[in-house]
T-cell receptor, first 113, second 112 residues
């Protein structure tokens, strides 16, 4: 158990809908990272927050957004969902601001039908 | 564009065999992490290497960081079915988190 929690575990929704994925980092970690992992791709870095502020952006679509709240939990919002958005979404936390070791949550499996 | 090439992409071996997987790049990394991921679960951190030439051992797993900090290897001795999983290397280049570089992984299957 990494100490990172993600909800929900599974999510099935229709194209065009909007969903919110939630992540609680390990106690004491200030950084939260979001990743997308689909079958034919490796882990794709989406975005990082540190202590409530956006720190780095990766391959995040404009239809996706995220935020980190004062209690350090984070939410990833996915809107106008497409079939290709079906994937595993992981959040990871780290005590560091910069790149380094991360602790991954169990993931949310999103299926868009 | 920074790339981390992992090889082999797939590896299927019998219990008790030894194996080595590789992670190579033309870029220099300030640190490199190895993770193992089981199907449907999040990657689990195995080790971080920081110094060129560094060797770290974790039970039957031996990790090495290249002298130039551009490559790394993971050697498993006497593999067991519990070693089955996707092994990912992740390089941290100088700069912010957008400088994290992910390999696509080596999918290892250890057959009993």
């Amino acid at each position: 158990d990494s100490g990172v929690t993600q909800t929900p575990k599974h999510l099935i929704t229709a194209t065009g809908q909007r969903v919110t994925l939630r992540c609680s980092p390990r106690s004491g970690d200030l950084s939260v990272y979001w990743y997308q992992q689909s079958l034919d791709q490796g882990l794709q870095f989406l975005i990082q927050y540190y202590n409530g502020e956006e720190r780095a952006k990766g391959n995040i679509l404009e239809r996706f957004s995220a935020q980190q709240f004062p209690d350090l939990h984070s939410e990833l919002n996915l809107s106008s969902l497409e079939l290709g958005d079906s994937a595993l979404y992981f959040c990871a936390s780290s005590p560091l601001d910069g790149p380094g070791e991360q602790y991954f949550g169990p993931g949310t499996r999103l299926t868009v039908t | 564009t920074q790339l981390l090439e992992q090889s082999p992409q797939f590896l299927s071996i019998q219990e008790g065999e030894n194996l080595t997987v590789y992670c190579n790049s033309s870029s220099v990394f300030s640190s490199l992490q190895w993770y193992r991921q089981e199907p449907g679960e999040g990657p689990v951190l195995l080790v971080t290497v920081v110094t060129g030439g560094e060797v770290k051992k974790l039970k039957r797993l031996t990790f090495q960081f290249g002298d130039a900090r551009k490559d790394s290897s993971l050697h498993i001795t006497a593999a067991q079915p519990g070693d089955t999983g996707l092994y990912l290397c992740v390089g941290a280049a100088q700069g912010g988190s957008e400088k994290l570089v992910f390999g696509k992984g080596t999918k290892l299957t250890v057959n009993p």
